[in-house]
């Protein structure tokens, strides 16, 4: 019998074909996030127990495209750039747990699955779509510059639907980059129970994460249009945009190496 190698699956005598590496995982990249108040009882539907919702502004939301290159500490994927960038949109909300702030991913979607595998071991709860977002340049021909007048779109679409798009134009520098996503992640990691008519999960915990290192360049701030849309497989359209808090852009540098484990919960 072979002992076999790999971070996580597929796990195979060399190791080589596992789709992700250990971390730690670096991020560097362009994120355009859009904050919102939503109805609170929209954001509470969405948080399982032990969580609670976030004592003050509970309904704000902050719906995040993001532009990344990744890699593992090795760089080899930077070499090799289809195992090294991906994009993504997701919708963080915040909740309480044992009287502290946490944020929390609840609904996001990537365009390559080792991103999905990430997502797993992190518990975000990741699925297949199709996000773009304009991307600045320093040479004004084809792309915005990050500057006031700095114009960025950005499109939200899976399961051959739109579920969001939104339009940020850069008017001034901010001192941040939005509240809603700016503490630890408090995730639900969960394995369903595998015999026919198991009710439960055979594996649930609940887990906290953030960067292990986090740089950023200056945040912008601008005027903001968003716009939600119906899909017969999603629920994003379920925390509508009740009212705009802000637009900002930023370029940010994160390393991930691990979380910790708060509770288990099967």
Known sequence: MSELQG?????????NASL???????YSGDL??????????????????????????PGAVALIWADWQSCSSSREELLDP???????????????YRGTTYSRCVHIWVDKDFAILRGLHQGYPKKLG??????????????????????????????DRRLAQAVLTLR???SHNGFVNGHPMAHHRVYPG????????????????????????????????????PSPTEELDRLY?????????????????????LATLS
């Not at 992700?20 to 670096?26: A, D, E, F, G, V």
């Not at 108040?37 to 003050?56: G, I």
């Not at 008519?197 to 953030?210: P, Q, R, V």
């Open 7 to 15: 971070f996580f699956y597929p796990r195979t005598a060399t190791g």
């Open 20 to 26: 992700i590496p250990s971390p730690p995982w670096h």
């Open 32 to 57: 355009l996030t859009i904050e919102y108040r939503t109805d609170p009882a929209r954001v509470a539907e969405l948080l399982p127990a032990p969580l609670e919702p976030a004592e003050e502004d």
């Open 82 to 96: 289809v195992r090294s960038q991906y994009k993504e949109a997701f919708a963080v909300v915040r909740c309480s």
């Open 130 to 159: 199709s996000m773009w977002q304009t991307r600045p340049h320093p040479f004004a021909q084809g792309a915005p510059q990050i500057a006031p007048g700095g114009t960025f779109g950005a499109t939200l679409a899976a399961g």
């Open 172 to 174: 001034e520098e901010s």
């Open 194 to 229: 595998i015999e026919r008519g198991a009710t439960g999960d055979a594996y649930a915990e609940l887990i906290a994460s953030s960067g292990a290192q986090i740089e950023g360049g200056p945040c912008w701030t601008g005027e903001v249009d968003l716009e939600l849309f």
């Open 241 to 261: 945009v009740d009212e705009i808090i802000g637009g900002y852009y930023r370029q940010v540098g994160v390393v991930w190496d691990g979380g910790t484990s």
